[in-house]
């Protein structure tokens, strides 16, 4: 009988313990820009730390998300040196998903976006967003993203994620049915 894939796979907030497993993640997962350094993505999870999550599987770390409250018109600067979050959000952006290449097909991912989803609502953010690179606007759209309108302000901001780059939303599960 084969054996699920999820009865190992557990999905924890992201701490500073975790960083140097999401370093070796990203490092392997991102070919169309420069992985974020050390700082940068500690201070996602020290800025947001329930928002941000890792997947386990053994009691290692398999993959991970981050997302931080914030502005929709104007997401965080890719590898930022500081995060601090804006006094009125109004959506939660998913700022990076990453599963190792060797734990593909683990779960991890949907187990991830579930925690995601579960966040948004409880946040009370009516709007997630994110920004699709490499290929995974088709991924992001069986979640329920779809393709947001831009300015010209935030298409020069988007140009530095690479040239298959797209700015997506989708409303959170409280905000379509009100």
Request: hydrophobic share 45%; net charge neutral; charged share 15%.
């Given at each position: 009988?084969?054996?699920?894939?999820?009865?190992?796979?557990?999905?924890?907030?992201?701490?500073?313990?975790?960083?140097?497993?999401?370093?070796?993640?990203?490092?392997?997962?991102?070919?169309?820009?420069?992985?974020?350094?050390?700082?940068?993505?500690?201070?996602?999870?020290?800025?947001?730390?329930?928002?941000?999550?890792?997947?386990?599987?053994?009691?290692?770390?398999?993959?991970?998300?981050?997302?931080?409250?914030?502005?929709?018109?104007?997401?965080?600067?890719?590898?930022?040196?500081?995060?601090?979050?804006?006094?009125?959000p109004d959506t939660l952006y998913l700022h990076d998903?990453?599963?190792?290449?060797?734990?593909?097909g683990s779960g991890a991912s949907q187990a991830l976006?579930?925690?995601?989803?579960?966040?948004?609502?409880?946040?009370?953010?009516?709007?997630?967003?994110?920004?699709?690179?490499?290929?995974?606007?088709?991924?992001?759209?069986?979640?329920?993203?779809?393709?947001?309108?831009?300015?010209?302000?935030?298409?020069?901001?988007?140009?530095?994620?690479?040239?298959?780059?797209?700015?997506?939303?989708?409303?959170?599960?409280?905000?379509?049915?009100?």
């Open positions: 009988m084969p054996r699920n894939p999820l009865s190992t796979l557990s999905i924890h907030p992201a701490c500073n313990a975790d960083l140097p497993a999401i370093l070796r993640i990203q490092s392997r997962c991102y070919t169309a820009i420069v992985p974020e350094s050390a700082q940068s993505m500690g201070a996602k999870l020290a800025a947001s730390p329930a928002t941000c999550f890792v997947a386990q599987r053994a009691g290692d770390v398999i993959a991970y998300l981050l997302a931080l409250p914030w502005r929709f018109d104007h997401p965080p600067h890719l590898d930022a040196p500081d995060c601090v979050l804006p006094e009125e998903l990453a599963v190792d290449p060797a734990a593909r976006v579930k925690a995601f989803l579960t966040a948004l609502t409880e946040s009370g953010i009516g709007r997630a967003s994110l920004i699709a690179i490499q290929g995974s606007a088709p991924w992001w759209e069986g979640h329920g993203f779809r393709a947001a309108l831009t300015t010209p302000a935030l298409d020069a901001r988007l140009a530095g994620y690479g040239s298959d780059v797209r700015y997506m939303s989708r409303q959170s599960e409280t905000a379509r049915s009100s």
